[in-house]
């Protein structure tokens, strides 16, 4: 299986960021995931959105995981969208609702986020 490395966008308006991953999350995207959080600099609303990423194995859901945390410490709210059915099981397996919501679309994810 040939990866594809992740690469993230980030818009921000005011409070709200949306980082838009493009490609597999993997142990390879610590800096394209965390990286890319740790320099938001004003947003308290952060969207996550998974519709570009075909694939995350463990160490990418591991690196999804230290964001949350460090979201949740640091009290933003985030919220995520475009994940595929199969991955909206596993986020919901470990239990990332106490970190985070799960939406289909963009517009659901905004309203969440308030």
């Known amino acids: 299986m040939i990866v594809s490395p992740t690469k993230t966008k980030v818009e921000q308006a005011a409070d709200l960021a949306i980082l838009r991953f493009e490609g597999d999350i993997t142990s390879a995207s610590q800096d394209a995931v965390l990286g890319t959080y740790e320099k938001l600099s004003g947003a308290t ?3 996550l959105d998974f519709t570009k990423v075909p ?3 463990s160490s990418g859901i591991a690196i999804v995981i230290q964001l949350l945390m460090a979201a949740k410490k640091a009290d933003r709210k985030v919220v995520c969208f475009g994940l595929s059915a199969h991955f909206v099981k596993v986020f ?7 970190y985070t919501s799960l939406h289909g679309s963009e517009a659901e994810a905004k309203t969440a986020v308030g």
Do not use: C, E, Q
């Open 92 to 98: 919901t397996m470990l239990g990332l609702a106490k």
């Open 55 to 57: 694939y995350l194995n």
């Open 45 to 47: 609303k952060i969207l």
